[in-house]
């Protein structure tokens, strides 16, 4: 779906790079769970991935040639509140290369997908916190996405809102999206992803299946849980 | 293609934003309405040849009977209220039965040398206008001029002292009131210069740069709720971002216009003010609205891109809006600043619109008059435009 090698980018004013030779394969009807402390690139990555910034070395490659349509869920809820549910799926729908009968037909299938049609003709800055979350994975599902970046979707939601959005990524899984799922949140990562990468400070500092890595195949060690992986791998001390 | 179908969506989006953006719409409209209705009555005489005399309260402490026959030939001339004592000169300015107040001080009539100008006190109250008190000026050197005449007359002789009683204040009114004064643009449009004349165009120029308002109140929105980088996410690319809000809020700046039409034709005058005059040039006044519209949303745009908080761009835009608008007379009409002024204010884009649209308002205008200062409002807006669209990128590349 989508190959990344050597992926090097420093921010304009920076001395050291905020990702540093990345590597990383994502694969159709496969989950990779980004983790990583504050800091440590997550954001820069996807940023990169989106082409929202332009690596300075390394290179996104399809195989085929063929460029995946990429979707991205954001930290914030990148919503426009004055306007309603409905009314912020068809101006992004509008933004989608889709003729506008198309256009109609991706914002009901997202209203659908995330539950939103209670909501979809109240304004946005109305709507509770789970349901803008909701609303916020929707507006990257018009797209029909063939690789979606998640970063942080699940922040300030309740259980019932966070268990409803990991069933719609793990559907997405099912159905042969790739996906890449950033968070702080260990049990997400574990109840999404097959396959994890570990990144600090702009380097990769463990890649591969979860049971793998948790198991130590090959060299390293075992480890009870993700959060005891995490903590061997980045260690105790706290970050920016 | 998919540009500009991505544009006009994001300007469909910008106007539905703004029709829900109350504080936004009051800025864009009814603060130049009410501008232009005060402004209206403000300036009512100032931009007028016409100059009202101040009422006067005079207080004649020269004992002198020409001192006396003086202070009642202007009671009959002018009218004044004749007052006991400096005292009560000023309690009347104070409490403004008279605007102005004239003193004859003893010692006046000086024998036969006549009468004194350094003996005459001339109090002014705090609303005089200038123009005003100018006048009442030359009246008082004018009346006491006539005074030193008749001494004159009746020193030379009986015959040329009745002569000169008899043909007296009628023969020897001062003829200044009765000059006519003419405008260079009359001889085109026979139109006269009035303060709703001045006004609307001036405060329509101010309405339309104050876009900023909402253009960098959106923007900034965008950029902090990751709206911005979530548009680009989907390809849409710095252009279709400008070009959109470019639609939106030109678009905008026509509105504003009709309104500010609305404004000075119909409401200015039923609060007793004089109509607007829309016996215009449209093709000259598209143009003009045009070139002021690309400067202003240019403007706005490189303001808005280039800053990080919307209190930044608010207070910057504003601030910069009013000093440009200061610059080209838009508070004060440029004619009554002083020369040093008035050229300085020829380097402020308000003042290349306000120019324009005042020559359009006063009636036929010609290419001369209208192109270059068009042309200067362009060139503007494309450099202001090209400036926000490096903003975007740069800010872009730093995500």
């Known amino acids: 779906m989508l190959i990344a090698e050597g992926l090097r980018y420093t921010y304009p004013g920076q001395s050291s790079p905020a990702l540093d030779g990345v590597d990383l394969v994502l694969r159709r009807g496969h989950a990779v769970g980004l983790l990583g402390p504050n800091g440590s690139g997550k954001s820069t990555l996807i940023g990169v991935l989106l082409g929202l910034s332009r690596p300075q070395s390394g290179q996104l490659r399809s195989p085929g040639d063929i460029a995946p349509t990429i979707a991205w869920v954001p930290q914030d809820l990148a ?128 890649e591969g299946h979860l049971d793998g890595l948790l198991r130590g ?14 903590m061997h791998h980045t260690r105790r001390s706290l970050r920016d | 293609m998919l540009s500009l179908r991505q544009a006009l969506s994001i300007a469909a989006k910008e106007w539905l934003l703004l029709r829900r953006n109350p504080h936004g719409l009051a800025v864009l409209f009814l603060m130049p309405a009410a501008f232009v209705l005060v402004m209206s009555f403000a300036l009512k005489d100032t931009l007028t040849a016409h100059v009202d005399m101040p009422a006067t309260g005079w207080v004649v402490e020269d004992r002198s009977p020409v001192a006396e026959h003086w202070a009642r030939e202007w009671q009959t001339r002018h009218g004044m209220l004749r007052l006991d004592d400096r005292g009560a000169l000023h309690a009347a300015l104070r409490e403004r039965r008279v605007q102005a107040g004239i003193v004859v001080a003893t010692g006046w009539l000086d024998g036969d040398a006549g009468p004194r100008a350094d003996r005459v006190e001339l109090w002014l109250g705090h609303p005089v206008q200038p123009a005003s008190a100018a006048r009442l000026r030359a009246e008082l050197s004018f009346s006491m001029l006539q005074v030193r005449m008749k001494m004159a007359a009746s020193a030379a002789g009986p015959f040329a002292s009745v002569l000169l009683s008899e043909v007296g204040n009628e023969e020897l009114q001062p003829t200044a009131a009765a000059v006519q004064v003419r405008y260079l643009h ?131 835009g504003s601030g910069i809006n009013v000093l440009l608008g200061a610059l080209a007379g838009v508070m004060v009409p440029r004619m009554l600043m002083p020369p040093t002024m008035q050229t300085l204010s020829e380097h402020s884009p308000m003042a290349w619109a306000l120019d324009g649209m005042q020559t359009v308002f006063l009636g036929a205008p010609d290419a001369a008059q209208i192109v270059p200062k068009a042309l200067l409002l362009v060139i503007f807006g494309g450099l202001c435009l090209t400036g926000a669209w490096w903003g975007m990128r740069r800010r872009g590349s730093r995500h």
């Open chain 2, 186 to 316: 009359e001889i085109d449009s026979g139109r006269r210069m009035t303060a709703v004349q001045q006004s609307v165009p001036a405060w329509l120029v101010f309405g339309m740069f104050f876009v900023v308002i909402p253009i960098a109140g959106v923007l900034i929105q965008e950029r902090r709720d990751g709206t911005l980088p979530r548009l680009q996410s989907l390809g849409v690319g710095a252009a279709a971002l400008l070009g959109g809000k470019w639609l939106a809020f030109t678009a905008l700046n026509w509105v504003q216009l009709g309104f500010m039409l609305l404004v000075g034709r119909w409401l200015v005058p039923a609060f007793g003010g004089d109509a607007l005059s829309l016996d215009l040039s449209i093709g000259w006044f598209l143009v003009m609205v045009a070139a002021t519209s690309a400067a202003a949303v240019g403007l706005a745009l490189l303001i808005a891109a280039w800053t990080r908080a919307f209190d930044h761009a608010a207070a910057l």
């Open chain 1, 79 to 206: 919503l426009y509140p004055q306007m309603s549910c409905r009314e912020n799926l068809a101006f992004f729908a509008a933004m989608l290369p889709l003729p506008r009968g198309e256009q109609a037909v991706r914002v009901d299938e997202a209203i659908a997908a995330c539950a939103l049609a209670e909501f979809a003709d109240q304004s946005s800055q109305t709507c509770s916190g789970g349901v803008r979350r909701r609303l916020n994975i929707a507006v990257a599902l018009l797209a029909r996405p063939d690789l979606l970046l998640l970063d942080e979707p699940t922040v300030g939601v309740d259980p019932q809102t966070r268990g409803f959005l990991l069933e719609q990524v793990r559907a997405l899984v099912r159905r042969g999206t790739a996906v890449l799922y950033a968070t702080h949140y260990m049990e997400e990562v574990e109840a999404v992803c097959d396959r994890i990468l570990l990144m600090d400070q702009g380097r990769v500092l463990a």
């Open chain 1, 217 to 230: 195949d090959g060299d390293g060690p075992a480890f009870d849980s993700l959060e005891a992986l995490f």
